[in-house]
């Protein structure tokens, strides 16, 4: 377990500022460069992917607590390859690319923070890898359940059908097929 030391804590607290983010408002877009990282105490963000006619596909949802961004736009400074809107009224801790560089070069619990959190995203990429790969509609929707709880009453079911690659009327029809076995 990572011990951070009280008054790491203390001064990281100074470099953080809180940001409201309105319903349907964008966090990023892709394209462009994303410099900070975020933390939601309040709210649901999604990412997703646009194509040129403007079909969305939804990458992933953020919300309690759970910090993100794009690894690649902060630490490659590549630009940002989707997209990320505030679904709710989102509030966020926000800390800047230089500010973390700064907390990196002060104390090396930051550094290993980060690497959990880099952890953690490898492995929730390689599982989500392999639920797309393997796992038929029905496994996938009770995994986004259990990721995701509450959500499903949160947000509309197109944005859970495209989240989990399949049409919203492929969805209905689970939904509907699995109602009737209850």
């Known amino acids: 377990m990572l011990k951070i030391p009280d008054e790491e804590w203390e001064y990281a607290a100074l470099l953080f500022y809180f940001h409201t983010y309105p319903r349907q408002s964008f966090l990023a877009r892709e394209g462009e460069r994303l410099n900070k990282l975020y933390s939601i105490t309040k709210g649901l963000v999604r990412y997703y992917y646009s194509t040129d006619s403007g079909k969305e596909y939804n990458k992933y949802f953020v919300m309690d607590n759970r910090p993100f961004g794009s690894f690649s736009s ?31 070069k002060r104390h090396s619990c930051w550094e290993r923070l980060g690497r959990l959190f880099a952890v953690y995203f490898i492995h929730h990429l390689e599982e989500r890898e392999k639920e797309f790969l393997i796992n038929p509609l029905e496994i996938r929707y009770r995994q986004f359940l259990r990721e995701f709880p509450g959500l499903d009453k949160r947000i509309p079911q197109y944005h859970i059908a495209s989240y989990l690659g399949v049409t919203d009327v492929a969805l209905s029809r689970l939904l509907s097929r699995k109602h009737k076995e209850q």
């Not at 940002?80 to 009224?89: K, M, R, T, V």
């Open 74 to 104: 902060q630490f490659l400074h590549l630009p940002c390859s989707f997209n990320i809107q505030a679904l709710e009224d989102t509030e966020v801790l926000v800390i800047d690319e230089n500010a973390l560089e700064e907390l990196n």
